[in-house]
Antibody
Framework: EVQLVESGGGLVQPGRSMKLSCAASGFTFNNYDMAWVCQAPKKGLEWVAT????????YYRDSVKGRFTISRDNAKSTLYLQMDSLRSEDTATYYC??????????????WGQGVMVTVSS | DIQMTQSPSSLPASLGERVTISCRAS??????LNWYQQKPDGTIKPLIY???NLQSGVPSRFSGSGSGTDYSLTISSLEPEDFAMYYCQQDASFPYTFGAGTKLELK
């Protein structure tokens, strides 16, 4: 059974840092691209970042470029999101998602339960 | 960025009813359109990928169609577990973008 379990969230002050982790199990982690998707309170889903299966390629939404870093440790089957210079608008539930890649498309085929990050003084 | 406009934002419906949710992209996305369901506890699962492909384990009452900029998700006969939020998402280009969501509610 595929499982994605996020951790590391909580309350953090503006300008500070936080690192999220996502422990993966039930599949061969290093065969899949992975992503973080967030959801602000009472709002919709927003893609944050994607990392390739081997970590060689990363992609970010503009609002987090230069502040967030997605990474992975394939030996530990763990995905990370380092979030620096946090802003109040980063307050959201952050979901870890596995990406299924087909010939024609990529989509998020498994999601974690999410971890809440609150940026506030 | 490709903007995804989803409608309606709220959809009251009855058990057994057939419903359709629409999603329009701000530019052509070549069928790179996926649909997700989010339950009130936050659980998210894929329903349809690449416009019309049913994700494994998803009931056949769910179907997707469309092309170019216009896409839709149809539920042929609503079951109690279908009342949830639905989101479309394009993967034609980065940044991947989602529609604002449709809340399917019991009438």
């Amino acid at each position: 059974e595929v499982q994605l379990v996020e951790s590391g969230g909580g309350l953090v002050q503006p300008g500070r840092s936080m690192k999220l982790s996502c422990a993966a199990s039930g599949f061969t982690f290093n065969n899949y691209d992975m992503a973080w998707v967030c959801q602000a309170p009472k709002k919709g889903l927003e893609w944050v970042a994607t990392i390739s299966y081997d970590g060689s390629s990363t992609y970010y939404r503009d609002s987090v470029k230069g502040r967030f870093t997605i990474s992975r440790d394939n030996a530990k089957s763990t995905l990370y999101l380092q979030m620096d210079s946090l802003r109040s608008e980063d307050t959201a539930t952050y979901y870890c998602a596995r990406i299924r890649t087909t010939v024609a498309t990529d989509y998020f085929d498994y999601w974690g339960q999410g971890v809440m990050v609150t940026v506030s003084s | 960025d490709i903007q995804m406009t989803q409608s309606p934002s709220s959809l009251p419906a009855s058990l057994g009813e057939r419903v359709t949710i629409s999603c329009r992209a701000s530019q052509g996305i070549s069928n790179n359109l996926n649909w997700y369901q989010q339950k009130p506890d936050g659980t998210i699962k894929p329903l349809i990928y690449y416009t019309s492909n049913l994700q494994s384990g998803v009931p056949s009452r769910f179907s997707g169609s469309g092309s170019g900029t216009d896409y839709s998700l149809t539920i042929s006969s609503l079951e109690p577990e279908d009342f949830a939020m639905y989101y479309c998402q394009q993967d034609a280009s980065f940044p991947y973008t989602f529609g604002a969501g449709t809340k399917l509610e019991l009438k």
